[in-house]
């Protein structure tokens, strides 16, 4: 399980910690791993539909079930909406934000 997998950010969910576009270096979660810590980054499928990738911070981690909230509530569909995560959709915790390289200035 050492290999980490990529994801990009997408919409404004985790502003300002995270930008849209951001890449991100994942280490994916053991089939029997314990829940991430509070305040840990992770990618994970919605639950309410398993093609929907979103990146949320966990609130609240009780057992096998997450509590995940995005930084920026107003522009954020997070547990507030949907409930409660079980931890077998966490595809796993960000370990990394790998900087951009070249693009425009100013944004």
Known sequence: MGRRK???VEGDSM?????????????P???QAEAPSDGSVVVCRHPGDANLVVTKRVWRSQGQLLELR???PEASTDSRHFGQVPLKC???VVTAV???TGGRSGR
């Open 6 to 8: 990529l994801f990009q």
């Open 15 to 27: 502003l300002p910690s995270l930008q849209p576009r951001q890449r991100l270096l994942v280490k």
């Open 29 to 31: 979660l053991a089939l």
């Open 70 to 72: 995005g930084d920026n």
């Open 90 to 92: 966490v595809i796993g």
């Open 98 to 100: 790998i900087p951009s």
